[in-house]
DNA sequence: GTAGGGTTAG
């Protein structure tokens, strides 16, 4: 017992010891024990420096300090790497976690899984690939390489890298799959924009058996929100409701978050009152949900709610806010909020908050005023997303003189976009110039340029049916082009006529119709009206923006089939009712 | 003592 007592730190009975525990993670009241320790000539303790360190990582302290202290040890030990690995990784503190890693090994300390699973961490923040390669391999030569803690760092770092075939390779490997390496893969689908795969590992997970958790939730939303999954999401929903999982405010934004890209706002906004702290991402997701909607008073008054009794903005916030306002045409309330950003809270407008000023402005009309904004606002080179916005804008009012300019500075700047030759050319179809769209067209094959190709998703009894443009690879095409056709030729009774100048340049004339008739959200309506009874809201999910000819052609079909349809695209939603859309053509 | 999660313009 006596000697056991011996070989403990003395300092760990010390009033300066007791002095740190007392500072706890305040770098003020922390710096002040460290004076004590240097006078008291205490100032080479490892231990004593140790835990100072650890308090002032977590409260996260300058660098400059923190190193210093390191510095100011004589021998590191294994403890002090250990824990200072752990701490850095925890704290978001990368680059330090790495450096103390290296010296680590120059010390000639070797790691454990601990100090691997908090590196490997560290480097999937910094986004350094080879370093998080070269630990993969520390991780084999010393025996760690079926370790579950750091497979599943493993997985989650070649995940964020968008390395999902070594991401899987290693979740594969793994003989004790636990619930952290399903959701770091889920996650990692998810985040690369592979919603099926994150959807179809989960339902694997469900078959094996594993129970999963609130985290699962959180990345299995997030598929859900983008694919568009509805019947999915409210399955989760009424899953954590019946097993009484905690709401809390990370769970609660995702759920919100699906809601809202679900086409559901209200049931987000549900979801928003419950939540019990909401915590400035949610509010902001909320926000955002409302802009997606075009309901532009609504996102108002909750973001003025906000400024009484929430958390502060930040720049996200003020991103939502401002599209929110441009999507609902709220010009002079989006100029005062953009305002208020600096001169309230201090926030230097950055290149998003600009690109909605423009979108804003551009979208009422008032192109003179967007172009002078880039001018007065943006002191260097615009960047090529304020001009896009711009560009939107033009074509949008028809201006061809402004928006040609545009579009060739443009394509000075950024040759290699495909987007700004699609914008270019259509604005030359729209003003008739069919000898220039001849010509855009030309330069795109020569550079091999090609533009995104578009696709549209929809859930029929929880199931996702992807359709692109003239798409034939589902089993009952047939049944669907011809139902098709007959509602098309219904619409044009109603009095619909077929535009062709919205159709891209690479399609040739005689197949401009053909086109416009087999775009992807007109394939996937068709499936959706066939498979789900009269009355059924259609919900859509496109990945590009709608062309006006098919937003023409939906709000007859909305007529001739008596449905809602409810069109998510690339910006925001569409509902169709009666023959009319909630964007009130303001798109 | 370890690993995994939610919001952003065009």
């Keep these: 017992m006596e000697a056991k007592q011996l070989h403990q730190p003395a300092s760990s009975h010390s009033p300066i010891y007791h002095a740190i525990l007392q500072a706890g993670p305040r770098l003020k009241p922390l710096q002040q024990v460290h004076a004590r320790i240097v006078i008291t000539g205490l100032g080479r303790s490892r231990s004593l420096i140790t835990k100072l360190l650890s308090f002032a990582y977590a409260a996260t302290s300058p660098i400059t300090y923190t190193r210093r202290l390191f510095l100011s040890i004589p021998e590191p030990d294994t403890f002090l790497f250990h824990s200072l690995i752990t701490l850095t990784s925890k704290f978001n503190f990368p680059q330090e976690s790495l450096l103390y890693y290296r010296r680590m090994i ?67 490997k793994m003989p004790e799959k636990t619930v952290v390496a399903w959701n770091s893969m889920i996650s990692g689908y998810e985040q690369n924009g592979f919603g099926k795969e994150a959807i179809a590992l989960f339902y694997l997970m469900q078959d094996l058996g594993v129970k999963p958790d609130s985290t699962t939730f959180v990345s299995l939303l997030s598929a859900c929100a983008q694919l568009g999954a509805v019947g999915l999401g409210c399955w989760v929903h009424e899953y954590i409701v019946r097993n009484c999982f905690d709401l809390n405010v990370v769970l609660g934004t995702a759920l919100i978050n699906m809601y809202s890209r679900c086409g559901n706002v209200s049931k987000a906004r549900e979801v928003f009152d419950s939540v019990e702290e909401k915590n400035i991402v949610a509010w902001t997701a909320m926000i955002s949900g409302y802009g997606m909607h075009g309901h532009g008073s609504q996102a108002i008054e909750l973001f003025s709610e906000m400024r009484v009794l929430g958390p502060r903005p930040n720049n996200v916030t003020f991103v939502a806010i401002l599209s929110a306002c441009a999507h609902a045409g709220l010009v002079s309330e989006g100029r005062q909020i953009f305002a208020s950003m600096r001169q309230e809270y201090g926030l230097e407008p950055s290149v998003e908050h600009q690109v909605c000023m423009v979108d804003m402005l551009g979208r009422a009309g008032h192109l003179n005023e967007a172009y002078q904004f880039i001018r007065d606002m943006v002191s260097k080179e615009p960047a090529p997303a304020v001009w896009t916005a711009m560009l939107g804008a033009c074509k949008m009012h028809k201006d061809f003189d402004l928006g040609v300019e545009v579009a060739e500075h443009l394509l000075s700047i950024q040759p290699e976009n495909p987007g700004h030759y699609v914008m270019l050319s259509n604005i030359y179809a729209l003003a008739g110039r069919m000898d220039r769209v001849e010509k855009v067209r030309n330069i795109m094959i020569r550079n091999r340029l090609k533009k995104e190709v578009g696709y549209s998703t929809i859930d029929v009894d929880q199931k996702i049916y992807l359709f692109s443009m003239g798409d034939k690879s589902h089993p009952e095409t047939n049944e669907i082009y011809l139902y098709l056709d007959e509602l098309m030729s219904r619409c044009r009774e109603a009095g619909y006529v077929p535009a062709s100048e919205s159709v891209m340049h690479e399609v040739e004339e005689e197949e401009k119709e053909h086109a416009l008739r087999y775009h992807s959200e007109k394939l996937a309506i068709a499936f959706g009206l066939l498979k789900t009874s009269p009355g059924v809201a259609i919900r859509i999910v496109k990945n590009l923006r709608m062309c006006e000819d098919c937003h023409t052609a939906i709000k007859h079909i909305s007529v001739v089939s008596n449905r809602e349809i409810n069109i998510r695209d690339r910006l925001r939603f569409h509902h169709f009712k009666d023959g009319s859309c909630s964007c009130q053509d303001y798109w």
């Design 106 to 172: 120059l010390a000639n300390i070797s790691s454990t899984n601990y100090t691997f699973s908090a590196v490997i961490k560290s480097s999937a923040d910094l986004r350094t690939f080879n370093t998080g390669e070269t630990i993969h391999c520390h991780v084999l030569i010393c025996g760690y390489g079926l370790d579950s803690y750091v497979q599943a760092a493993l997985v989650s770092f070649y995940a964020k890298w968008g390395q999902l075939w070594i991401a899987r390779k290693v979740f594969d």
